[in-house]
């Protein structure tokens, strides 16, 4: 068993991760502010590795306090810029299951991360996977108050060296400050969002 060091939770590694889009893919310049994104991961020791537990408490129970933190390091990255935009991952070890990684992606550590957004009416797109150390992972994004807003649908791709082992899980946030430079599909657009059901 490895010894917790936050919460009952062994961390054995945070990531942070920033890109900054200048000009779209097409060499066009910004239409406004650039596009930035932010990832935050953390790698930790997963308790169930090896074995079936029809609870997955001792992941869920202490995870308001992961979420508060995962809120409080994307306050810290993103500085005054203001987030609009986000989406959640987990990769896990071949000793675990894609069902360890969600435990560490609901509601009781998803809000404290709303609530350091100043918001959030949405649901989080979501996805992960079973991998190991090198596996990459393209983390979904979309509008954090109207899930329409078409324009914001994007993604970022992240890749770990050393992470997951087969006996740890890797759990991941991404945010944007905007949606995909010259979007132009059409659609709700931001400035029209409505903010009552997370939809409009």
Known sequence: MKTANFA????????????ETLA????????????????????????????YSESLAELIEPSPLLGQEFG????????QREVVSYGKACLVGSQGEYE?????????AADPI?????????WVPSTGKRGGPGATIDVPL???????VRSHYDSISLSFGDGPSADELI??????TRGRLHARLGGLQAADIKGNDGLH
């Open 142 to 148: 979309a509008h954090k108050d109207a899930l329409y």
């Open 24 to 51: 779209n893919e097409s060499g066009q310049l910004a239409d406004g502010e650039p596009l930035f994104k932010y990832a935050i991961a953390a790698v930790i020791a997963n308790p169930y590795a090896g074995r």
């Open 114 to 122: 709303r609530v350091a957004l100043g918001g959030g009416k949405s």
């Open 171 to 176: 759990i991941i946030w991404a945010f944007a």
């Open 100 to 108: 360890h990684g969600n435990a560490l992606l609901t509601n009781p």
């Open 8 to 19: 009952s939770y062994h961390i054995r590694k945070w990531y942070s991760f920033v890109e």
């Open 72 to 79: 409080r390091r994307i306050q810290e990255l993103a500085g």
